[in-house]
């Protein structure tokens, strides 16, 4: 690949490497680094390595940051979300990594450049690049670009139809200029299988009550009661 098809990578990617060198060494396949032979050339396997890295580092400090009541459980399903294989092929494809990936004839046959696999680590080897060329803040600044439909995926899905208690507070701030406030009632069952109570209070007034397998869970429950009971107030 010659240097007018590593700057179109690095249009798209929206980063300019002072090291054009790292760039070429994310985008080089061990299948062909074995066929070429090349002395002092290196694949793609070590800056993979690194990629993996920072990856889940920058898309767990914007999970910490986005969704501040996220329990761990909840953090680490939508980590395992972003840099899954499937969503790492995917902006590996709008980046049209595979059109510059350096494969060897093996691969090439068999179509290497649309791999998931491949276009995976292809992309967590850029990241590598990119970091090691300069620094933390610019790869996650191209993290978060190249990866804002996803981030935004992660959003709604933090944010689900059934958020009762996201609703409640809105709802609490829209009527009461306030928010409600959840008390943990109650606990029984083995730690394997525990069940929780939660009580929801609006104005030091109990709105509703709530159980479930876990603390969130009981606290959607007593929102969704606390909510049929502000709309049967609200209809009185």
């Known amino acids: 690949m010659g240097a007018s098809g590593l700057e179109e990578v690095q249009g798209r990617l929206g980063y300019q490497f002072r090291r054009p060198a790292l ?7 061990t299948s062909y680094h074995n066929e070429s032979g090349q002395i002092g050339e290196a694949d ?22 986005a969704f501040p009541n996220a329990d761990e459980g909840e953090l680490s399903k939508l980590r395992a979300r972003l840099v899954s294989e ?39 080897a850029v990241l590598a690049g990119i970091y ?3 620094g933390l803040e610019a ?21 689900s139809p059934m ?13 009461f200029e306030t928010l409600p406030h ?4 109650g606990e029984s069952g083995p730690d394997h299988d ?24 009981a606290e959607q429950m007593a929102a969704r009661q606390a909510l049929e009971q502000l709309g049967r107030r609200k209809g009185e």
């Open 86 to 124: 499937e969503t790492l092929a995917g902006v590996a494809r709008r980046l049209r990594l595979g059109e510059a990936l350096r494969l060897g004839k093996g691969e090439m046959l068999t179509q290497g450049s649309d791999k998931p696999s491949i276009l995976a680590d292809a992309l967590e």
């Open 163 to 175: 958020d009762f208690k996201t609703d409640l507070q809105e709802a609490c701030q829209r009527k």
């Open 194 to 217: 525990k069940l929780f109570e939660v009580e929801v209070l609006i104005c030091e007034n109990r709105y509703g009550q709530g159980r479930g397998k876990s603390k969130k869970e």
């Open 44 to 65: 793609n396997e070590r800056l993979e390595f690194l990629g993996d890295v920072v990856l889940n580092l920058v898309t767990s400090e914007y999970l910490l940051s």
């Open 23 to 29: 760039l070429l060494q994310a985008l080089t396949h």
């Open 139 to 159: 790869a996650a600044s191209c993290i978060k670009v190249n990866f804002a439909e996803e981030l935004a995926a992660c959003d709604r899905a933090a944010r």
């Open 182 to 185: 959840y008390r943990t009632t």
């Open 132 to 134: 090691l060329d300069g």
